[in-house]
């Protein structure tokens, strides 16, 4: 997993400005994706008290951003916005990502074995496991500090191939899902 991967192109010149207008709607812009051939640029938004985002919110930022879409001569015509929360069990690519997570369950996805990467031993169940849910403990720009089955394990970006929030319904106030 490459945390400094750069935005190129059209998707740079959309972060930017994204980044931006969203900030001004007082939320922040969790992601983007531009899918060039749908011509759909996807904007993940959240509130970075609440980790998400309202349907006000969205409409906010939707309206915030027409005016840019009619005057910015770089922008392709037609294209489709959408605007959302980046959802319950949202994907985790950046290290501000992980750092909004720490404490909260996490799912990954590794290219090596839990027992290659931990450099210690570990139960059988853990051992060979490349997918594994665990609790996020610490975060670093160089790997993640995570406990799984009681084991605390320090893992490199470089070998998580995927990683997801884990949807936890015990961290979900009992009022909440009422």
């Known amino acids: 997993m490459d945390l400094n991967e750069e935005r190129r192109g059209l998707e740079k010149k959309f972060f930017e400005l994204c980044k931006s207008v969203v900030r001004e709607c007082g939320v922040v812009l969790y992601d983007l994706d531009y899918i060039v051939g749908q011509k759909t640029l996807r904007l993940y938004i959240m509130n970075e008290q609440t980790k998400t985002a309202q349907v006000d919110d969205c409409v906010a930022v939707d309206r915030a951003m027409t005016p840019y879409f009619e005057s910015e001569t770089w922008m392709p015509g037609e ?34 074995s839990l027992g290659d990467v931990a450099g210690k031993e570990l139960p059988k ?54």
């Open 79 to 112: 294209i489709t916005l959408e605007v959302s929360s980046p959802g319950a069990e949202r994907y985790l690519r950046r290290l501000e990502h992980f750092e909004w997570v720490v404490g909260k369950k996490v799912s990954l996805v590794l290219f090596k």
């Open 125 to 178: 169940s853990l051992k060979g496991a490349k997918k594994v849910v665990a609790t996020l403990l610490s975060v670093t720009p160089d790997r993640l500090e995570i406990e799984a089955e009681e084991n605390q394990v320090l893992v490199p970006f470089d070998v998580i191939k995927k990683a997801n929030l884990e949807f936890d319904m015990d961290q979900i106030d009992r009022k909440e899902r009422l």
